[in-house]
């Protein structure tokens, strides 16, 4: 059972492309949560979103609670964005996160 | 620290040996989560800590793993008799009090050979 489904698994892009992941949860939730992992295993969290859209940069969140659907977009992708990108949700009830597997990005130069 | 570390930042065990893995959580911390990562896939739920009480162990894959947070800072994450399906990064973060603003340490990368 995977509360938390994310998609592509892999995507490869060139250089300056727009880039989707898209993460769909089963569970009600208090926070969705958006992560970069680098070869080596370091996470680094970029977005936690309850509603609406953030923006940081060239990446923005978004997150339709209706739909129990995020997105998580990168604009004119750049080869040092090629990592892991995570999606995790804190759920209403207990008190440990669920995570997708993950959607493993490279970008060519 | 500014930061949740985790130590060592990578391991390499022999099979059958003990090792002890350690986490520093942000100072005043009060929940920390360890979570264990095996190559290709999403973090896994290890076992779950409010101060020095462990709420939740359910994660824990075998009695070989032991967690432990006994002055409810620095937590010890402990694999007795490792075996390769061991070998995993494992992950350890830490939240003020609530399921928001967690933050993840580096995590420590082991493997069993």
């Known amino acids: 059972k995977n509360e938390v489904e994310q998609s592509p698994q892999n995507l490869t892009a060139q250089e300056g492309e727009f880039i989707t992941i898209n993460c769909s949860y089963s569970?009600?939730?208090?926070?969705l949560h958006w992560l970069q992992q680098h070869p080596g295993g370091g996470i680094v969290s970029l977005f936690m979103?309850?509603?609406g859209k953030k923006k940081h940069g060239r990446l923005i969140a978004t997150i339709n609670i209706q739909e129990k659907h995020s997105s998580l977009h990168i604009t004119a992708s750049h080869p040092r964005d090629s990592a892991v990108y995570i999606c995790?949700?804190?759920?209403?009830?207990?008190?440990?996160?669920?995570f997708g597997t993950g959607t493993s990005l490279t970008v060519i130069p | 620290g500014a930061g949740v570390s985790q130590s060592p930042r990578y391991k390499v065990a022999k099979r059958g040996q003990d090792v002890a893995l350690r986490c520093d959580p942000i100072?005043?911390?009060?929940?920390l989560f360890w979570y264990q990562q095996a190559l290709g896939q999403g973090p896994e739920f290890l076992t779950y800590?409010?101060?020095?009480?462990?709420?939740?162990k359910s994660g824990l894959p075998s009695d070989r793993f032991f967690a432990e947070r006994p002055e409810g800072s620095v937590s010890t994450l402990k694999i007795q008799r490792t075996q390769q399906e061991d070998s995993a990064v494992y992950l350890c973060?830490?939240?003020?009090?609530?399921?928001?603003?967690?933050?993840f340490g580096s995590g420590t990368r082991l493997t069993v050979v």
């Open positions: 800590f409010q101060n020095e009480a462990q709420l939740d």
């Open positions: 569970v009600g939730i208090s926070a």
């Open positions: 979103l309850s509603s």
């Open positions: 973060a830490s939240s003020l009090s609530t399921p928001y603003g967690y933050t």
């Open positions: 100072s005043g911390h009060v929940s």
């Open positions: 995790a949700v804190s759920p209403n009830t207990g008190n440990q996160f669920y």
